[in-house]
């Protein structure tokens, strides 16, 4: 069998001249790039659009259908959906080269400064599905590797743990092995888009702390953590970690486990995921802004970095069933309110969640006014604003963070 890895090659020459260093200043946002089509080489199917590898009404998980006006004839994978005037809908595949070179294009358009590219730790397990997965994905963080290094855009790895047990931290190891070794990810003379902090390439690692009975434990986390720091051969990394809203408590979405604030001062970033977490920023109570400002305060403290989440809103109606559009995007008001938020408790940074999440409605890239129609599903759309509106309001938002146009509310 071909080796998972065989197809990583050098990052092409592009506009990187140099490892962007820090994130003050600096809008990131998530990229998943866990799309697939039938025909995109992968052999996964309608990878995440659907129900396994079928996407039909029947067997939808996706809430915003993305535009792909822009994409070329061998970007588009035609599906069963049918538009208002019977034209077949189509969609894209992050597996194509071009496809994600547009979106990083994107990106550099409207002043967003990179992206952490996902990749699960299940992914990269043994067996014959985990490999074709575990291929496709290298071909994705080849394609944003690539991207990132054309458009002059900063991108860096974060794994995501979720669904993961402790013995799988092995496997774990090993892979981030061969991305150093063999894809050189992250070194300057091959990699000059990779995301540097204090000096040294930074790898994000999400779902450190949640209290949502995984089975890993943060002895397993630690384990990892010192691995991507210490190790002397493919190691010396900076370490970002994903952890829950209420992480500084430890309460709601957290665990009590006494060795968490020990496990998060190992890192150089906390960065909590407040998706779903609220639907309004309320500024009269302050409560949004005073929880900003106590994660602030503690990360100073510690010597650590903070880097928050934002979200344009959420919605996962056709994968559960739960009502469409759960927490409103009130026509980009929610969005903007948490980055005036950020900024009001002196945070010049953010995390943007995310780029091209359609399963759970908080993408911020092009969507489609004019998604496929039936019986049993449906679709948001940007409710009559541009398709482009929230790739907009987050490269202002990143002006708002750098002190370059003032805050207003409700904008």
């Excluded at 004839?73 to 992050?94: I, K, L, W, Y």
């Excluded at 959420?314 to 739960?322: A, C, P, V, Y």
């Excluded at 009001?344 to 908080?362: K, L, N, P, Q």
Aim: with cysteine; proline share 5%; hydrophobic share 35%.
């Amino acid at each position: 069998m071909e080796d998972a890895y065989g197809i990583l090659k050098g990052a092409k020459p592009g506009r990187a001249d140099k490892n962007p260093e820090g994130l003050r200043g600096r809008v990131m946002t998530g990229y998943q790039g866990w799309f697939r089509a039938p025909g995109d080489g992968s052999g996964l199917g309608f990878h995440h659009y659907g129900v396994g590898r079928e996407f039909s009404p029947e067997a939808c998980t996706i809430d915003l259908w993305p535009e792909t006006l822009e994409l070329g004839q061998g970007e588009r994978f035609a599906t069963p959906f049918r538009h208002r005037d019977g034209r077949v809908a189509e969609v894209f595949s992050s597996v194509h080269p071009a496809t994600v070179d547009r979106h990083f294009r994107w990106m550099d358009e409207y002043g967003i400064d990179g992206a952490f590219v996902q990749r699960f730790g299940t992914v990269v397990q043994g067996g014959l599905s985990s490999y074709e997965l575990l291929r496709a994905d290298n071909q994705k963080l080849l394609n944003c590797r690539d991207a990132a290094n054309a458009n002059g855009r900063a991108y860096a790895l974060m794994y995501d743990l979720s669904g993961m047990n402790p013995w799988q931290f092995e496997e774990l190891a090993r892979d981030w092995k061969m991305l150093r070794t063999r894809m050189k990810l992250g070194q300057d003379e091959n990699d000059r888009a990779y995301l540097h902090y204090h000096g040294k390439p930074l790898v994000a690692i999400w779902g450190v702390g949640f209290g949502d009975d995984r089975e890993y434990s943060l002895k397993e986390v630690e384990w990892f953590i010192r691995l991507l720091k210490e190790n002397p051969e493919w190691g010396g990394m900076s370490v970002m970690l994903g952890v829950p809203y209420y992480w500084r408590e430890q309460e709601s979405d957290a665990t009590r486990d006494d060795d968490l604030h020990r496990v998060l001062r190992l890192a150089d970033v906390l960065s909590p995921w407040a998706v779903g977490r609220y639907d309004r920023v309320d500024f009269q109570s302050g409560r949004h802004l005073m929880h900003l400002l106590e994660d602030r305060k503690w990360c100073e403290s510690a010597g650590v970095g903070y880097h928050p989440v934002v979200f344009p809103g959420f919605s996962w109606h056709n994968m559960t069933g739960e009502p469409l559009g759960k927490i409103p995007r009130r026509g980009g008001r929610f969005f903007w309110d948490q980055f005036v938020a950020v900024r009001a408790a002196g945070i010049e940074s953010a995390y943007v969640a995310m780029f091209d999440e359609v399963d759970e409605g908080t993408a911020i890239f092009k969507v489609s006014h004019d998604p496929p129609v039936g019986e049993g599903f449906e679709f948001l759309t940007n409710d009559g604003l541009p398709s482009d509106h929230f790739l907009k309001l987050t490269g202002r938002g990143g002006q708002l963070l750098r002190g370059e146009i003032p805050a207003i509310i409700g904008q």
